[in-house]
């Protein structure tokens, strides 16, 4: 699943990031990479999405969460 379709407060482990270079190096520079967890705080279907990922709270635009693939995290 993207993390687009992710549902608000839940954990998802990132699977991989599927963008062009320069933008994908640039979430990488913020911590984002494949294997770290991402917290959806607000996905409200409107507007920019909402998340927390290494202690540190980023609005994420929908097109590039629509190209990030995550996994739901169980347990932490």
Request: hydrophobic share 35%.
């Amino acid at each position: 699943m993207t993390l687009k379709q992710g549902k608000n407060h839940l954990t998802y482990r990132v699977r991989s990031i599927d963008m062009e270079l320069q933008l994908e190096r640039r979430l990488e520079a913020l911590g984002l990479t494949e294997g770290s967890l991402i917290t959806i705080l607000n996905n409200d279907k409107k507007g920019s999405l909402t998340a927390r990922f290494r202690g540190t709270r980023f609005a994420l635009g929908r097109r590039i969460a629509d190209h990030i693939e995550v996994t739901e995290v169980q347990e932490l």
